[in-house]
Every structure is written in C-alpha cells, then in structure tokens.
C-alpha cells in the first residue's frame, strides 16, 4: 500500500494564525481525503482533493477557511486559516488506491491557544 | 515502528448473525489507544468504538464489543446481530502520538 508523509505531526498556534498541513505520497494517487477529528469525535470529512480539479467540500467546511491544494498526483495541503480555539483537532489525510485500498496519514494534532 | 494488521480484506455475513473483525498491532508502549472505525460509501470515518490500554475490560457499544488481548496484542470486533446498515469498510487504528491505521476490511451484511 502507499505510504503517507503528514506534517507537521503536530504545532500549537496563536488564534488567529493559519496553519499548512501537508501530505506526501509515496506513490501517484488520484483521489485524497482530509479529515477532522474534534476531541472524542468521530473523524469527519472536511474535503476530497483530486488533482487537476478544485476540491470538493463537505457540508458545514468551507474553502475560505480551509483552503486545499492539489497540484499534483503526489502532494497535498490544507490550510486552516484564521484559527480559533475550535479549531483545536487532529487533522488527517487519506488516500485511495482502487484495488489497493485505502492508506492514512498519521494525523496532525492542531492546538490554538 | 508500531504496525497494525487485518489479516481479513473482505468478509460477508447473514443478516442477524454475528460477525467478528480481527485486527493485531505490534508496539513496544504500554500505554495507548485502540479504535474501530467504521466506513461507509460516503468516505466519512464513524468512531464505533474505542480501548484505553489501560483498561482490562472490554470495550462495548451496544451491538459492537472488542475482544482486546493486551498481551497477545490483538483488538478484534464482534458485531452481533448484524444489520444491513453494517455494510461497510471497517479500520483497525491504533493511537499514542500518531494515528497508524490497519488497512481495513469491507463488511458486507447479506439479506
């Protein structure tokens, strides 16, 4: 399977501040995955990044606020922008591969203070 | 390096029977987390349940337990009473600093 590259692996952050998180593959990959996990939550789908087109935000996510880039089949950020305290979260990314599955980052862990 | 396996890419089962997902990790901590995800169609990453190391006894979230073996380092799920709305990709991940997920395992709940 693909191996993922996350970082940073974790920060502490002004509020107000913007924070890029990024993640390599080791691999070319069409379809990546960030998600959100509040504390003791679920992980939620923020967006799906494929390269070559603009993502494609869930419900209650904007891209004013978490902005991606895509700009290739290997490399991926997000962007929190504008951070407040709720914004406090593990962040992370996935990836899939068809028949190959899916690979996961190994999280983001955002604290603004 | 910590690593966690399921050994089990796909599985199906009757509707109403009960179901068990196997997953093993390797790590030299003591202490941790261990989670069972569950995935469906729509790519969201719902939490069915969670293992704090430290606790012997068995997680258990209504029809899904974990049969966790510290020792042995295993944290496999049981689904009983399976429901068609069980059908889904299901992640082992186990957690200290980092997340490290298993690379799961697609459940389908026959009618």
């Known amino acids: 399977s693909a191996v993922i590259s996350q970082k940073p692996s974790r920060d502490i952050c002004q509020r107000g501040t913007s924070l890029t998180i990024q993640c390599q593959v080791d691999?070319?990959?069409?379809?990546m995955f960030w998600y959100r996990q509040q504390p003791g939550q679920s992980l939620t789908l923020i967006a799906t990044?494929?390269?070559?087109?603009?993502?494609?935000?869930e419900s209650g996510f904007v891209i004013d606020k978490f902005p991606i880039s895509r700009p290739n089949l290997t490399f991926s950020t997000l962007t929190v922008s504008n951070m407040s305290p709720e914004d406090s979260s593990i962040y992370l990314c996935s990836v899939y591969r068809g028949t190959y599955g899916y690979t996961f980052g190994s999280g983001t862990r955002l604290t603004v203070v | 390096a910590q690593t966690v396996t399921q050994s089990q890419p796909e599985m199906s089962v009757q509707e109403a029977e009960t179901v068990t997902l196997s997953c093993t990790y390797d790590t030299s901590e003591n202490n941790y987390y261990l989670f069972w995800y569950k995935q469906p169609p729509s790519r969201q990453m719902i939490l069915v349940i969670r293992q704090e190391a430290y606790k012997q006894q068995n997680a258990t979230e209504n029809r899904f337990s974990v049969n966790f073996q510290k020792a042995a380092k295993s944290f496999s799920l049981k689904i009983s009473d399976s429901q068609l709305g069980d059908t889904a990709m299901y992640f082992c991940a186990f957690m200290i600093c980092e997340y490290i997920f298993g690379t799961g395992t697609r459940l389908k709940v026959l009618a």
């Open positions: 990044a494929n390269q070559g087109s603009e993502a494609t935000y």
């Open positions: 691999s070319q990959v069409t379809m």
